[in-house]
Each structure stands twice: as C-alpha cells, then as structure tokens.
C-alpha cells in the first residue's frame, strides 16, 4: 500500500463526521416543498408567486458555489462548515419569525447560501482527500442527503396534523443544524490541498479536456436536476391542493419519494459496477420522463403516490450518475469541476421548479407536474449529443458514483 493510499483511506474514516450534518442538510433542501401550501396559504399567494421560494433559495447555493474555492484557499473546510451551520441556524429562525413574505424571502436566501455551505463542502473536501475512496464516501454523503429527505417531510405533516403553527416547521430544522455540527468541530481535518480556485481559465481547461462531452453533461445537469427537484417542490402542494389529500398525507408521500431516492441510488450504485455509467443513463432517462408524464394523470391521489414513488425510484440516479463525471479531472482541478457540475444542478434546481410554478397557476396543477417530462427528454437529447465524442476509457467505463 502506498503512502497515498494509507492517507486517502485515513482520510476517508474521518468523513464520517459529515455525515449527520448531511441528515439536517436533507431536511432543509425539502422544507420548501414540505411547506410550501401552507405558506401559500398564510401569505395568500399563488403558485407563481411561491415558485420564487425555492428560486431564491437555489441562488444563494449557486452563490456559495461560486465563491467555495476562493474561500477554501482562505479557510479550511472545517472552518467554513461551522460558519455555514451557523449561517443555516441563525437564517432559518429569522425565516420563521417573519411577519412578510418579502422578508421571508430575504432570510430564506441565507439558509441557501448556509445549506449550500454544508452540502458542497463534504464533497470538494472528499474529492480533494479520498483518492480511490472518493466514490464509496460520496455515495455515503448522499445518502445520508437522502435520509433527511426521508424524516424531514414528517415533521412538516406531523406539524400539519396536530394543527401547529407551520413556521415551527421551518425553525426547527435551524435549531437542529448546531448539535449536528458538533462533531465536524471536534474533529481533525486536513486542509484541502491543491484546490485550484474556480475561474474562467479552469473551465477552459475542463472544456479542452473535451468540448462536446462538457457542454452536453453541463446542460443535462441543469435539465435533470430541475426536472426532479421541480417534480418533488410541487408534489405537496399538488396532491394536497388538487387532489384533497388529508392534512400530513402528502408529507408522508413525500417521505416516501426521499425512501425511493435512497433505494434508487443504492440500486443504480450497484449496476454501475457492473454496466457503463451511460447505458444506465439511457435505460432511466426515458422511463423516468415515462412515469413523471403519466404519475399525475388519474384522478386518485393513491395512483398519483404510486406513481410517484415508482418514478422517483427510477429518476433517483439521473443527475447523480452524471455528477461523478467531476472525478476524470485531475486532482487539481477536481474541487473545481465537482463545483462546476453542482451548479449546473443548481441553476437547474434555481429556475425550473420557479418555471412550473408558472405552468402550475397558468395552465393547470396536471400540466406543471407532467411538464418535467419534457425536460427529461430534452436531457436524453444531451445524453445523444455528446456520445459520438465520449472518450470510451474515461467517460464510458467510468463507474464512479457520487450519489
């Protein structure tokens, strides 16, 4: 074993200090969506108007992104994790406490940066120290990611259905983030290393490594990842408003959605050991723009869960899949692309949930849930374009998995 080896693997059992903070971060990436109907509600807005929530929030993560390299060459990793968990506390109560929905929207916006902090830290901080463990410790992450997507929409429909205020939903998860950080602050974590600041001359790098493959993966993470974070910010508020759901049914649905993420990436984990990453891609892809068209059509709300968590099963490893391409690029730029990939999910997740909360008031709830299908076709269209120049030894066999 070489001394490399020996440190990634040092450095790998440390990781799990990160990994009940990313249980909070899960439960804070749903609370919009656990929500979202009650805040309509409260400050009688429409659709259109509360799609600016998880807009807002998706552009305070694409403003820590952009500056994460920057301040890590600044402060270590353990340093900006604490200052985000803070960030997340401190922004999040402000947010329940909030008389307007202007002001609302301001603190909200902080929790984003917080939470943006808190998600893409872990990540940057394995990619740069894991080595060969990189894979195995982001499917960790992410996974507990997605277990706080699995208890965080309970506590919004317990909320619901003892018919306590809704903006205990939205404190609570704030007032959790600081026990949860405790072990990140006690714990000895190397300095990130060798992390080239994210800049125009970076990207050009990783554009010239190949052009056509960077422009078609970037584009499919904007798309894949609006498309299903778009799907899972309405269904709340679709099943509860358009189909009548009871008070906290729909959050236990959405519970299930978070069950059907971690199952569905644990699944897709294992059959990239075994198929290349792309085929995978272009078995789900089409069947889960499929079942995202048809999951909202019948009129019962049983069908529609059904539907549902059969199709976030299956959409569960779209953006995922795609996100381990940041591990083909050198170490030095590794933080980098890993970056530029999280954003490109971002920015996905910052305009698309926005856009079918337009669809939604304008043409109808069926319409505004059945439209992400069409995104996820156009993200096939991506998958096509760059496969004739997908460099088979490093894009094609790659079978890292992040999520």
């Known amino acids: 074993m070489t001394e490399q080896t020996g440190d990634s693997i040092a450095a790998a059992k440390k990781m799990w200090v990160f990994y009940p903070l990313m249980m909070v971060t899960g439960f804070v990436q749903l609370l919009i969506p ?6 309509m509600d409260d400050f009688h807005l429409k659709e259109g108007t509360a799609g600016v929530l998880p807009l807002v929030y998706f552009v305070g993560i694409v403003v820590f992104a952009l500056f994460s390299t920057r301040l890590l060459a600044r402060f270590s990793a353990k340093t900006l994790t604490i200052a985000g968990a803070i960030l997340v506390c401190v922004s999040l109560v402000a947010t329940s406490l909030s ?19 808190l998600i893409i830290l872990p990540g940057i901080y394995a990619t740069n120290t894991c080595g060969a463990q990189t894979p195995r410790i982001q499917s960790m992450l992410f996974g507990f990611l997605s277990f706080g997507y699995i208890v965080g929409p309970l506590v919004p429909g317990l909320i619901e259905h003892l018919e306590i205020s809704w903006r205990w939903a939205v404190a609570i998860p704030g007032l959790l983030v600081i026990p949860f950080v405790i072990p990140v602050a006690v714990a000895r974590l190397e300095r990130i290393k060798e992390a080239e600041r994210l800049s125009l001359a970076t990207v ?66 294992q059959l990239s050991k075994r198929f290349r990453v792309y085929r995978i891609e272009l078995v789900i892809v089409p069947l889960s723009a499929v079942l995202v068209f048809i999951a909202p059509l019948p009129g019962s709300a049983v069908v529609n869960s059904a539907l549902f968590l059969v199709s976030a099963l299956v959409y569960s490893g779209v953006y995922p899949l795609l996100l381990s391409a940041a591990s083909i690029y050198p170490r030095s730029d590794s933080a980098a692309a890993y970056t530029v990939f999280f954003l490109c999910v971002s920015l996905g997740g910052m305009t698309i949930p926005y856009a079918l909360g337009q669809v939604f008031q304008h043409a109808g709830a069926v ?15 991506c998958l096509l374009f760059f496969r004739k120049e997908l460099p088979l030894s490093e894009h094609a066999n790659h079978r890292a998995y992040p999520a």
């Open 34 to 39: 656990s929500t979202m109907h009650l805040i």
């Open 99 to 117: 008389p307007w929905f202007a002001l609302f929207t301001f603190f909200y916006f902080f929790a984003g940066v917080g939470n943006g902090a």
């Open 204 to 269: 050009r790098r990783m554009v010239s490594f190949d052009r056509r493959f960077f422009f078609g993966l970037t584009l499919a993470l904007i798309l894949s990842g609006g498309a299903v974070l778009g799907v899972i910010t309405w269904i709340v508020t679709f099943l509860e408003n358009e189909r009548g759901m009871t008070l906290g049914a729909a959050h236990v649905v959405l519970s299930g959605i978070g069950l059907a993420l971690v199952m569905g990436r644990l699944v897709c984990g």
């Open 367 to 381: 319409a505004g849930m059945s439209s992400s299908a069409v995104i996820l076709v156009s993200v096939l269209g």
